[in-house]
């Protein structure tokens, strides 16, 4: 098994492009979801999915877009990148939505200039 | 609201010397409790886990017991060595609600251990 894998590991945006930072699990998992991590904050909450067809809003959902038309994907969309959104995305998945442990994917870094 | 407050670093320890980073949670229900390890450039890992009270997680040497009358779960090592510098973070998923498997994470906290 792959994992939870994250595609770019690395990107550079100018403010006002668009992009989709790519995530894929194969381990058949029902949950995942999107978290950004700054310094100093932790990890924050961005949106999530208890299934395919099924999204919701995390703690900083704003500027973000996300879809899960199959259980292995959930693309996060930037709709027009800011230099606030600079910062690493983790995807992470999980067996259920009931407390199992999340597994992480190995991030993707992004900066916003 | 449900949420997370673990111990600022950075912590520096010399190896061989013990290790405790305090975490504390505040949840409407009955959480599971996680710590989890974060190397230089990866994502993170689970290092150990307690689903109810007074269940005590264990991985690599770590442990920390699950304690609903102070509502903590500080992580504690014996002897920590230089392989075990890492930011750490302590995490707790809802107790209850549609959003049952959300984790709330603290602001981690970074560990340098020195030869």
């Known amino acids: 098994n792959a994992g939870v894998t994250q595609t770019p590991k690395f990107q550079v945006l100018k403010t006002g492009q668009s992009m989709t930072l790519q995530c894929a699990q194969d381990?058949?998992?029902?949950?995942m979801s999107w978290y950004r991590q700054d310094p100093g904050m932790g990890l924050r909450l961005i949106h999530y999915?208890?299934?395919?067809?099924?999204?919701d809003q995390g703690e900083v959902p704003n500027g973000y877009n996300v879809s899960r038309s199959t259980t292995e994907d959930f693309p996060l969309r930037l709709l027009s990148a800011a230099p606030s959104q600079t910062s690493v995305y983790f995807c992470?998945?999980?067996?259920?939505?009931?407390?199992?442990?999340?597994?992480f994917g190995p991030g993707t870094r992004l900066t916003v200039l | 609201g449900d949420s997370v407050t673990q111990m600022e670093g950075p912590v520096t320890l010399s190896e061989e010397a013990f290790l405790t980073i305090n975490c504390t949670y505040t949840?409407?229900?009955?959480?599971?409790l996680f710590w989890y390890v974060q190397y230089p450039g990866e994502g993170l890992q689970l290092l150990l886990k307690?689903?109810?009270?007074?269940d005590k997680g264990s991985n690599k040497g770590f442990e920390a017991t699950y304690r609903k009358e102070t509502t903590s779960f500080h992580l504690e090592k014996g002897s920590v060595q230089v392989s075990d510098s890492a930011v750490y973070f302590c995490?707790?998923?809802?107790?209850?609600?549609?959003?049952?498997?959300?984790?709330?994470f603290g602001r981690g906290t970074q560990l340098t251990v020195w030869p």
């Open positions: 992470a998945s999980s067996y259920s939505f009931t407390g199992n442990e999340q597994f």
């Open positions: 995490a707790s998923n809802a107790g209850r609600g549609s959003t049952l498997g959300r984790l709330y």
């Open positions: 381990m058949n998992h029902e949950y």
């Open positions: 307690a689903t109810k009270a007074d």
């Open positions: 949840a409407t229900g009955y959480p599971s």
């Open positions: 999915s208890v299934g395919a067809g099924i999204t």
